[in-house]
Each structure stands twice: as C-alpha cells, then as structure tokens.
C-alpha cells in the first residue's frame, strides 16, 4: 500500500512522552462520579475545547459495535446524560441494549476517563426541560430533522428545516415525541493518566454491592 503525501510522518514512528501529572489512589476521590467532577473542572481550567466531547458506543441486539462523537449534558449522582433521536440508529440500538460506554479524551491533560453501564431514558420532563434550553435553531432542527434517516439531498432537509421554522415562528417549539435524553448510570469508571514511558496510571472503579471499589491496573 502507498503511502499519502510525500515526506508525511509513519505512523510507527508518531509518538510522545507523557509528563503533564500523576495520579495516585491516596488522591483520588473514593467516587469516580466526584472524581470525575474534579477532572473536568480542572479541564475547563486548563482551556481544553469541548471537555464535554465524548465518543458513545452501543451495540444493538446483533452485537456489532457502533460508535460516534456525541456531548454530554448533565452529570450528577446518577450518572452521565445526553440527548438524542430515539429513532436514531444509536436510539434503536439502545432500546435493543441498553448498554454503552463513553470514552473522553482531554489530550491537552494526557487524560483519558472510560464509562461503562445501563443506559435508561430520562423522565420526560427532564427532556422537555433541557429542550427548551436549547437554542431556536437547535430546537427546529430536532424537528426537521429525522435522525439517521436517508435524504434525497441537502436540500430536502433544508426545506424541512424552513418548513418547521416557518410553522413555529412566534410560538413555543415543543419536543417531538421521538428525541429526548439519555442517563447512563456507570458500573465501571476508569481513568488514566499519562506517564512517562509508558508506565501509565490506570484506575479502574466498579461497583459492588457496598459501594465503589478501586483497584491499579497495569498500563
């Protein structure tokens, strides 16, 4: 296979030495939902773009993995939520497994935080609440837009989104029945930080009956 653009660097040879921070479990917070919290404020802190980009994975009921950038929108005790077409292909796909997992990079830290657990929709008022949040144009476009559906053109959902703006244009936008959020509520929280060659901190927390437990794993 040929490789691209002249003089372009191998990808065997692309590499960098991590030095940025530590992470120790006499630092660490007994709740991975707390330490969480901890890292993103440090990473809003630190300027990084978008800490909440997250890459969400979901498998429907034939087991073959699917993943995509998505925006986390609300964290608490419970767990971690976000939005979207419940028709979408990760929609289905959710409602035929509902399990997931969530990867966010924060590169400009050398960290990166794994979710996994049981993913459940969100009270319909939750969703009603944080669509009206949303911007106007957000808000028409959740309605024109059928996600993952096939489109003729770019066009035809151009003129779905004028269709629907035109119709609301004065008045409240309510939610479509089919788009509203999702929680997931974790079992397995891991984070990872850094290190230099290669000798990566990794704590895993899962959770037992009692709680949390934390345990090191080897990079």
């Avoid at 917070?29 to 993103?40: E, I, M, N, R, Y």
Wanted: proline share 6%; no cysteine.
């Amino acid at each position: 296979m040929k490789s691209g653009a002249k003089n372009s660097p191998k990808l065997s040879a692309m590499r960098k030495d991590y030095r940025l921070s530590i992470l120790e479990e006499g630092s660490a917070a007994p709740d991975p939902l707390t330490q969480f919290s901890k890292w993103f404020s440090e990473a809003l802190s630190a300027g990084v773009k978008e800490p909440n980009a997250m890459i969400l994975a979901t498998a429907g009921k034939n087991g073959k993995p699917a993943a995509r950038v998505m925006l986390l929108k609300g964290l608490d005790e419970k767990g971690f939520s976000f939005y979207t077409d419940y028709r979408s292909r990760k929609g289905r796909q959710l409602e035929e497994n509902p399990f997931a997992s969530l990867v966010f990079l924060w590169k400009e830290m050398e960290r990166q935080v794994r979710v996994e657990g049981k993913v459940l929709r969100l009270p319909e008022k939750e969703s009603d609440r944080y669509f009206q949040s949303r911007p106007e144009g957000s808000r028409i476009s959740a309605r024109a837009s059928f996600q993952s559906k096939p489109l003729k053109d770019r066009a035809e959902l151009e003129a779905s989104f004028n269709r629907i703006a035109k119709e609301f244009r004065g008045k409240e936008i309510p939610r479509p029945d089919r788009w509203g959020g999702f929680l997931l509520r974790p079992d397995l929280v891991e984070f990872w930080q850094g290190r230099a060659d290669r000798l990566h901190d990794r704590l895993q927390y899962t959770r037992s009956r009692t709680g949390w437990k934390v345990r090191r794993l080897s990079p």
